[in-house]
């Protein structure tokens, strides 16, 4: 497959700036320190969802737009991101009460709860995305496409 710059950029900052907003959520309800022991508790799951993440918007920056691949990039990068948000939303309950929106606090517990099988629908998720766009890839480049 061709080297293309433009794209490696793209998924790069890509993945890094889904961990920056895993981290900016952290710090904003908890703080620093918190942020990094829950890294270090979770990175197993959040470095496999950030780098499929940066990988499908590498991939989509590096094939042309057509409307079969716009809508499986949509589908499994906002499933990551997703799972990502599911992680670091059960942090809220802290400020929930205080912006008056208690109905919620089952919610986040229920995300709380389920919040390992949120990261492993999300890797799966960025695994068939990676898989749909390397084999959109491929037919491009056999002349399929």
């Known amino acids: 497959m061709k080297f293309n710059g433009k794209a ?6 890509s993945g890094i700036g889904i961990l920056l907003i895993y981290f900016s959520v952290l710090i904003i309800f908890q703080s620093y320190g918190f942020a990094l022991y829950e890294f270090k508790r979770l990175w197993i ?7 499929g993440f940066g990988t499908q918007i590498g991939l989509y920056t590096s094939i042309r737009d057509t409307a079969t691949i716009k809508a499986g990039v949509s589908t499994s990068g906002t499933i990551s991101g997703g799972s990502m948000i599911a992680c ?10 205080i ?7 089952a919610f986040t517990s229920f995300l709380m709860i389920y919040q390992k ?10 695994i068939i995305g990676i898989a ?12 399929l496409c």
Do not use: D, E
């Open 8 to 13: 490696l950029v793209y998924g790069l900052l």
């Open 117 to 126: 099988a949120f990261f492993s629908i999300g890797i799966a998720s960025s």
């Open 99 to 105: 912006i008056g929106i208690t109905g919620l606090s």
């Open 45 to 51: 799951w959040l470095i496999p969802l950030s780098i």
């Open 88 to 97: 670091c939303s059960h942090y809220l309950l802290n400020i929930i009460p």
């Open 132 to 143: 749909f766009m390397l084999n959109h890839k491929r037919k491009m480049k056999g002349g």
